[in-house]
């Protein structure tokens, strides 16, 4: 199938238009590009998550914080829209390239270009104090690069076939390999999460789901067995059953978190007015522990318009995955929907105690120039998806 140049209709178009009438053209059809619909909730959460930042940082020594995640919302906003623009068949194009590039920002930070934060070793620093984590990036390549191999049905398939499902296990796994050595079992779990997810929504045989699981819990258990469970991650587990038996020493950042979120009561203490986040109580908290942050100075119902936003931009996922006019579509956006969710899920539940503390970022919110600008593209791509579709 020949591959329509982006745009195309619009400049056949063009030519039989005046100059003024063109301009008008152009200008509706930037405007049509994006998805409002889920762009305007995405666009309001990194709004929040500036204030949020701004009131975590503020007595911070580096005071360029704030300017730096600005500049990672109004990049990640123009990625979004330039990747909204194009049909997802033109995106589909450059997977290859976008795959390799991703597995060699993974590669580098196992080089001596890669440096450790927070113990895992995951960064590539710049200079300058700027930095980037290939592994963000490695997420919206993975979702393009399954989409293509699950979405990609021969002619008189309703469903992947073994031969595509394989495949695409193996596209992950090279990552997932990769972040393992870092190591950063947090993001290890998104990368599962959203293999499982697009092989769901592509259809593919219920044996292979019932294959994934199995493989998932062997895993595990071998990974139990062997040792290479880390001291710090069984105390975690520890904890989270029972946080107050060493409130000062391993329950010590779950402690505090509860104690900042709790409180926050109905309406907050108010913007910039936390007790908690002045006082940095809370570690982390302008990046894995921002919601307690709005938990404290913006209350419950602040939290709840949180949640609310990001319910509806995966409700709009997931309406965008089943119109889609094509199974590539579907795949795309479901591997978008199952990435932000299990991520803003597992942000949420280790800040109010349901689940251990892992280190991933609530998406839009946290800071992280990485974490914003991939999660913006993934907004873009939901939008070049959602503009063609034929199903209603």
């Not at 909730?41 to 990194?46: K, Q």
């Not at 200079?127 to 997420?139: M, V």
Request: proline share 5%; net charge positive; glycine share 12%.
């Amino acid at each position: 199938m020949t591959i329509p140049r982006p745009l195309g209709i619009w400049s056949a178009l063009g030519r039989g238009l005046s100059r003024p009438a063109r301009a008008r053209t152009a200008r509706r059809s930037a405007s049509a590009s994006l998805d409002w619909w889920v762009t305007i909730p995405a666009v309001v959460l990194c709004g929040i998550g500036l204030l949020l930042v701004w009131s975590a940082t503020r007595n911070e020594p580096d005071v360029s914080l704030l300017s730096r995640q600005l500049f990672s919302v109004c990049l990640g906003s123009v990625l979004m829209w330039l990747v909204s623009r194009h049909d997802p068949r033109v995106l589909r194009a450059y997977v290859p390239v976008l795959y390799l590039l991703t597995l060699a920002g993974l590669v580098a930070v196992l080089t001596p270009l890669g440096r450790t934060v927070n113990g895992s070793h995951a960064w590539i620093f710049l200079g300058s104090g700027l930095q980037f984590q290939p592994s963000e990036f490695a997420k919206v390549a993975l979702i393009l690069a399954l989409a293509a191999v699950l979405g990609e049905l021969r002619e008189g398939e309703r469903r992947p076939g073994r031969g595509a499902v394989l495949l695409a296990l193996a596209l992950a796994a090279a990552p997932i390999g990769l972040i393992m050595f870092q190591p950063d079992h947090g993001t290890v779990l998104v990368f599962a999460v959203i293999t499982g997810g697009m092989v769901l929504v592509s259809g593919a045989p219920k044996r292979w789901l019932a294959g994934l699981a199995a493989a998932g819990a062997l895993a595990v258990l071998l990974v139990w067995l062997l040792g290479l469970v880390q001291p710090y991650q069984i105390q975690r587990l520890m904890v989270l059953t029972d946080p107050n038996a060493d409130p000062m020493g391993l329950g010590y950042n779950a402690t505090q978190a509860r104690i900042a979120i709790g409180s926050g009561g109905l309406l907050g203490k108010g913007l910039f007015h936390g007790d908690q986040t002045a006082g940095h109580f809370v570690p982390e908290q302008h990046t894995d522990f921002i919601f307690t942050v709005a938990g404290e100075e913006l209350g419950f119902l602040g939290c709840a318009f949180i949640v609310l936003l990001m319910l509806s931009v995966l409700w709009r996922g997931l309406l965008i995955a089943a119109r889609s006019a094509t199974p590539y579509g579907t795949v795309l956006a479901g591997g978008v929907v199952c990435w932000l969710a299990f991520q803003t899920f597992v942000n949420v539940g280790m800040t109010i105690g349901l689940l251990p503390i892992t280190g991933l970022p609530l998406p839009f919110v946290s800071y992280g120039g990485s974490a914003t600008i991939s999660t913006l593209t993934a907004i873009g791509l939901l939008g070049a998806v959602g503009k063609r579709r034929e199903r209603t």
